[in-house]
């Protein structure tokens, strides 16, 4: 069974709003990036208690590294050409590194860390990849917030392309998952109850059904006293660090086999 370091957890705590110059909720907007649909292949009485399926549509041009990684900025940082973000902030959101290019000009620039990493800056505002981009082109950190820390942003200014350091990419892709209650239902093959400190990143999939018709079905959880819903035998949860439906940092959380429920079937 996975457990997962409370330390870290605490890392991702929910916190204050602040808005950095370079991307804003308005520049992208999430909540409307996709749409639920009616599938005729969900057990009714499954669909009444809010499972749905979610087609996520996503086209769009940010900033990425050579890698395709996508780029951040950070609010706390407040645009002076310095990092705050460091220790287990840093674990989670690397820093580009610049390594001793010595062409630089503005907007861009270079913020010397603390350990002599050269990060780049654009417009003062250091860049960062996100630990919890699985794939090339995912933005899940996009408008993140965590450990009593700001939010984070991407960037779509097509002056901050360097050469050989970062570029524009266009992102043009589909996906179908199943939601409840607006938030992405996740499963792990390797883990048989999630308890204790997996349950600070992980939630339940609590129904109000005794039953759920294949491929889903229910499991009773005698100490909250509900019943969790099951899809294709496997316990489903929501991970507690998805702000939006069309966001899924749980996938492949820490390294680990949690997934979401890519194109549902009977």
Not at 34 to 63: C, F, M, S
Not at 83 to 103: I, Q, T
Not at 123 to 131: A, E, G, Q
């Amino acid at each position: 069974m996975i457990t997962i370091n409370r330390f870290l957890c605490a890392a991702l705590a929910s916190s204050a709003l602040l808005i950095s110059s370079l991307g804003n909720a308005d520049d992208f907007d999430i909540h409307k990036n996709g749409k639920k649909l009616t599938n005729l292949n969900l057990p009714n009485e499954v669909a009444n208690v809010g499972v749905e399926v979610y087609k996520r549509r996503t086209k769009i041009d940010l900033l990425t590294d050579m890698n395709g990684r996508t780029l951040y900025t950070f609010s706390d940082d407040q645009g002076s050409g310095e990092s705050a973000c460091y220790d287990v902030c840093e674990s989670f959101w690397p820093p580009l590194e610049v390594g001793m290019n010595d062409k630089l000009e503005k907007p861009f620039g270079v913020h010397v860390r603390r350990d002599g990493v050269r990060q780049l800056t654009f417009n003062d505002w250091p860049l960062y990849t996100f630990l919890h981009d699985v794939k090339s082109g995912d933005f899940n950190g996009y408008l993140f917030e965590g450990g009593g820390l700001g939010q984070w942003y991407i960037v779509r200014d097509k002056n901050a392309v360097l050469d050989d350091v970062t570029r524009m990419k266009l992102i043009n892709d589909r996906e179908k998952y199943l939601i409840l209650r607006q938030r992405p239902l996740y499963f792990n093959s390797n883990v048989d109850v999630c308890v204790g400190a997996c349950l600070d990143t992980w939630t339940p999939a609590f129904v109000e059904l005794d039953e759920a018709g294949y491929p889903f079905g229910t499991i009773w959880d005698s100490s909250a006293e509900k019943s969790q819903l099951t899809y294709k035998g496997e316990p489903l949860y929501t991970f507690n660090f998805d702000n939006f439906v069309n966001i899924t940092i749980g996938r492949n959380f820490f390294g680990t086999e949690w997934d979401i429920i890519l194109n549902p079937k009977k």
